[in-house]
């Protein structure tokens, strides 16, 4: 499991020391295609990294009238999913569900913390590649709504300056 967390896009490059340490407190588990590793507004309590497969960050939308989950990330091998767990209200903003078999490694975030405390240099790096996370997935949200910002403009649903035509 070591090996997994060290070709990670959080725990790249730690020393054999640190990822015994990490390894002691991860969890490896399974999903089934189709499977839900965590749901929109769920406590947010773990972190997780894709060992295998495809993971899809989800969010509900109303389709033709029926709830449906729609894709916004897929997440391979070496990604992370949950550092809502590392961001206060600890909710998860996104549904997580297995695009096909998958496997994971779920990392309780208070032993974490305990690990990022004892050994200050890992704690910096985990943080500032945490970071990198959270802002790859803002601008992937800031993205996916220009694109629907501007198709509503191209329809003429609202003027430039937000106000209903017609």
């Not at 390894?23 to 990294?49: C, H, M, N, T, V």
């Not at 550092?83 to 990392?107: D, M, N, Q």
């Not at 240099?121 to 990198?132: A, S, V």
Request: with cysteine; proline share 4%; net charge negative.
């Amino acid at each position: 499991m070591d090996q997994a967390l060290r070709r990670s896009e959080l725990f790249a490059d730690l020393d054999e020391d640190q990822s015994e340490r990490l390894a002691e407190i991860a969890q490896p588990l399974s999903l089934k295609a189709g499977e839900y590793l965590f749901l929109l507004g769920d406590f947010a309590d773990r972190l997780f990294i894709v060992v295998e497969g495809r993971v899809e960050a989800c969010f509900p939308l109303n389709i033709s009238g029926e709830i449906q989950d729609v894709a916004v990330e897929s997440k391979l091998p070496g990604s992370t999913l949950g550092w809502s767990a590392f961001v206060k209200p600890h909710r998860f903003t996104l549904s997580a569900r297995a695009a096909e078999p998958s496997r994971v490694i779920s990392i309780p975030r208070q032993e974490l913390l305990e690990i990022l405390e004892a050994d200050p240099e890992l704690g910096k790096e985990f943080l500032m590649r945490l970071n990198q996370v959270i802002g790859r997935r803002l601008l992937t949200i800031q993205a996916l709504w220009a694109r629907e910002l501007q198709r509503v403009l191209d329809a003429g649903l609202v003027g430039v300056h937000g106000i209903a035509q017609g």
